[in-house]
């Protein structure tokens, strides 16, 4: 289990942009596919967006296509999640977590291990 470390949030107004880190303290992410999830107040959590660990694919929910993107650092220690035009029902804590990844390199929202503490991402309208 990766120790990942989630960090950026904040509060900002509607059609801002924030962006998320995800590192792991000492480790390098190379060849791990990570998602980030969210939690909104009295809903389920769920899977945001991913990337794979090998060829760096990645997968979005159809509500965040075209406003968010996952990407890693060259060094591979650090992966992020850039939130542009936000929405108030982008509200929500945010999580990032290591999860699967299939035959065909594409990574799931299966996510491994414990979940952190997350950052708070609140979006005013």
């Known amino acids: 289990q990766l120790p990942l470390v989630e960090s950026g949030g904040g509060l900002v107004q509607s059609g801002g942009s924030l962006s998320l880190s995800c590192a792991a303290s000492?480790?390098?992410?190379?060849?791990?596919?990570i998602a980030w999830f969210r939690q909104a107040p009295g809903k389920d959590r769920e899977g945001v967006a991913c990337i794979s660990g090998t060829g760096g694919r990645t997968k979005y929910i159809d509500s965040v296509k075209g406003r968010f993107t996952i990407s890693r650092d060259n060094e591979q220690t650090t992966v992020y999640l850039q939130m542009d035009n936000l929405k108030p029902e982008d509200t929500a804590v945010y999580y990032c977590?290591?999860?699967?990844?299939?035959?065909?390199?594409?990574?799931?929202?299966?996510?491994?291990?414990?979940w952190g503490q997350g950052t708070q991402v609140t979006v005013s309208s």
């Open positions: 000492g480790f390098s992410l190379n060849f791990y596919a």
């Open positions: 977590a290591q999860v699967g990844q299939t035959a065909q390199a594409m990574c799931s929202y299966d996510p491994f291990g414990s």
